[in-house]
């Protein structure tokens, strides 16, 4: 696999590049002609990258900076730029796995931290689909599948041990990584400063933070999520990370991935998922029966792949695979469910809960996504299909 | 922590260096005088390395070169001499966070996979002494005291999460892990050529490798072995990688060290004391005595860590230490079981259990430990203490 990839001399020093200065290096790096006229248009949430869609003459193309901290919270959150490296090292891994299932690279510059791919226009982001109910028939199933095989081909049923433990190393990413301990896993069960919810939901935020046998299964999911490198995670699947369309679902901002456990990604799918269904009633047993379907797509794609592709002698013992499955749904209900508390009252708000312009409902469907999320980190164990949650759906 | 190193130009090649050329070697290094007379003495088992005791006047030091293969096979199992790197990085780490806990690192030469060390004699081998009799009463405590610092200090609960998985991948350490996966968890179950035993327990061996729920239990063992990284294991934590004597404990042969689970040295250091009392019965139960003073020596002292020195707020949930302890204990039994099988009939033999000359007695020794191992990799979460294999070495 070869990236195209530039290192010019004298270039070495990171600057940040404004709308006249992007112009001028696209065009030196040949992607538009010197006369061409180029418009630039920031398409980012501004959360925490700068990211710009270029368009010339009949071609168009993204163009992502990233900045040494996170934009939405500023200086005081640092962030490496070595993110762009990792994000533009596991799209083209996605790609390779999967051709299609990630945007092309086009240039990765290391020392300037921009990462220009493919634009995936016209296709919508996953999250506005499902706010608008317009999701694609395929949509879950792809990203079910998409994760099957990714998780398959990087872990060690499959990958040489010498070379997994190397892409492991080359992604070990503990800046970005540093940022999900923190955002997901700590400051929901703190009574953080930083949380987010209307001022009736106080108590039920101050309880999460007194609420000790809950702390102590989120204490054990964020261990396991800083210690178990089972393959290559993206480490932030939730829909806003997906592109769809009709024909073809593609992943992107890969910029959190690293080496985690299996059921991490699959976890925040469903997770968010069952947030906007909670979020939109109107979908909600929809939601339910999509989160189904994702985990019984998945469990067949990584079960074929264990079957027919595996370079591990173990994999041959009968029952194995159904006890690793058992593990990976039970680490996806846990994982989902801190992904849900941390989306209905932490730092990273969503639409899908936030549309709705009545504060009552508004909060009813906020606690309601706490209550669930606690459920489910409790009881992940117990819970032994995802039918058993049908009543939270009705 | 400054580490000596030497980088020379022009000296960039490795090349193996015949007993004139070590000479040479230190002498240029300003170890010793250069008309000073030096001995030069292979004190090494043959098994990996070619280590030698140089011995000039009034001054000794420990010489080690790795080749790049395994010397007792041959090169058709080649290994990395990026080994040397991670042996002196760890033993300065393991010195630094308990000072005398290893020998001094002296000279490290990447290029040249040299390695120069304090000598720690007179001490003894820690599996010699036990093989005498002779070991001297403090050493279990201060070994499970050693594991219980060394790995608390290494791992996510007292380090900051950028620095420990910076740690980690630095010390990935592939190739040394390999030769782990597959001598300790493949080979022994395979009926492979490899391994070594009496003609008369040809069916047991045979019987190891058609388990199948013995083999899906150390399936999953080699699993975590190969994705944990609670903390820095030395990984081959044996008795014959400890030196003993009646005032210090001093640990060396670092070079399998990585980032691992928090049971495996723990697991490896009973496992031995349990294969050493099989192989003399007059010490049986006193290393059965000698395994449960570890464990609790090995808890005490991480739980007074884990309760005083944690960085991670999560460690102050009550009920969390005592679930930890309850894995890295059936870790712990599950580890030392694969640890008894492969020293009973792998390739890395010891002389525990080979130095009785009566064939019928060797044979029902290894057979024992082989049958304990099995036991305690099948029960190791059933078992609630040690206590509860006392009949073991009755």
């Not at 299996?262 to 968010?272: R, T, V």
Request: hydrophobic letters at 40%; one cysteine or more; proline letters at 4%.
């Amino acid at each position: 696999m070869s990236l195209p990839s530039v290192q010019e001399k004298g270039s070495n020093q990171y600057q940040f590049l404004n709308e006249e200065d992007i112009i001028h290096y696209v065009k030196k790096h040949g992607f538009f002609r010197e006369d061409e006229p180029v418009s630039v248009i920031e398409i980012s949430d501004g959360k925490i990258n700068h990211v710009y869609r270029l368009t010339g003459e009949g071609k168009t193309l993204i163009y992502k900076q990233a900045v040494p901290y996170a934009r939405t919270v500023g200086e005081t959150m640092p962030l490496p730029l070595d993110r762009v490296r990792v994000e533009a090292r596991v799209l083209q891994e996605y790609d390779r796995i999967l051709p299609g299932s990630a945007p092309k690279v086009l240039l990765l510059d290391e020392n300037m931290a921009i990462l220009i791919t493919e634009d995936m226009s016209p296709m919508q982001v996953g999250r506005t689909a499902l706010i608008h109910g317009a999701e694609p028939a395929g949509f879950t199933k792809d990203v079910a599948e998409f994760s099957a095989q990714t998780l398959f081909y990087t872990s060690d049923y499959y990958l040489d041990p010498m070379v997994k433990k190397e892409l492991n190393a080359s992604l070990m990413n503990p800046g970005m990584r540093q940022l999900t301990e923190e955002l997901v896993f700590d400051r929901p069960f703190q009574f953080h400063e930083s949380n987010y919810f209307e001022a009736g939901l106080k108590n039920d935020v101050l309880f999460l933070s007194q609420d000790q046998k809950l702390k102590k299964e989120v204490a054990k999911l964020k261990h396991k999520f800083m210690t178990k490198a089972d393959a290559l995670i993206h480490s932030d699947l939730h829909s806003g990370a997906i592109f769809v369309s009709e024909d073809k679902t593609v992943v992107f901002d890969t910029e959190f991935a690293c080496f985690g456990p299996f059921g991490f990604d699959m976890a925040h799918f469903i997770a968010n998922l069952f947030i906007n269904g909670i979020g939109s009633p109107q979908y909600e047993y929809k939601r339910y029966e999509q989160a189904r379907e994702t985990w019984y797509a998945f469990s067949a794609k990584f079960s074929e792949l264990w079957r027919n592709e595996s370079n591990e002698a173990y994999t041959q013992i009968d029952g194995y695979l159904t006890d690793l499955l058992e593990e990976i749904f039970s680490d996806m209900l846990g994982y989902a469910g801190c992904e849900m508390i941390r989306r209905a009252i932490g730092i990273a708000q969503i639409d899908d809960l936030n549309h709705e312009q009545d504060e009552q409902k508004r909060m009813e469907r906020r606690r309601k996504t706490v209550e669930l999320g606690k459920y489910l980190i409790m009881e992940r164990s117990k819970i032994r299909s995802l039918e058993e949650l049908e009543n939270w759906f009705r």
